[in-house]
């Protein structure tokens, strides 16, 4: 089990995008899912999206068609790109690495947690 590491966060406008990264030191990065979470202010933390080895993702309805995980195995990194934010996405993001994706729902490694990047989502 590794910690993950988040960066790319910032402020951004309503409307605006971001692109967040998180890289992940796993002997076979390629072989594990991942997956992206967020704590709100005094929200618990959310599930936002997941991807499997094989590329297929998971959205949770909040960000379905706004944000888009994606991966580049060969950089041990998986991406998340947010646009059309809004100013309830503001929260602190992070990165689970090395979880179980089974039927669209991700299980997250409790011993991979990044310590996350702030978004924050001015309107």
């Known amino acids: 089990q590794v910690q993950p590491v988040e960066s790319g966060g910032g402020l951004a406008q309503a409307g605006g995008s971001l692109r967040l990264s998180c890289t992940a030191s796993?002997?076979?990065?390629?072989?594990?899912?991942m997956g992206w979470y967020r704590r709100p202010p005094g929200k618990e933390r959310e599930f936002i999206a997941a991807i499997a080895s094989g590329g297929s993702a998971r959205y949770s309805d909040s960000v379905k068609g706004r944000f888009t995980i994606s991966r580049d195995n060969a950089k041990n990194t998986v991406y998340l790109q947010m646009s059309s934010l809004k100013p309830e996405d503001t929260a602190v993001y992070t990165c689970?690495?090395?979880?179980?994706?089974?039927?669209?729902?991700?299980?997250?490694?409790?011993?991979?947690w990044g310590q996350g990047t702030q978004v924050t989502v001015s309107s």
């Open positions: 689970n690495a090395g979880g179980t994706f089974f039927s669209q729902a991700y299980y997250p490694n409790p011993r991979s």
């Open positions: 796993l002997s076979r990065f390629g072989i594990n899912a």
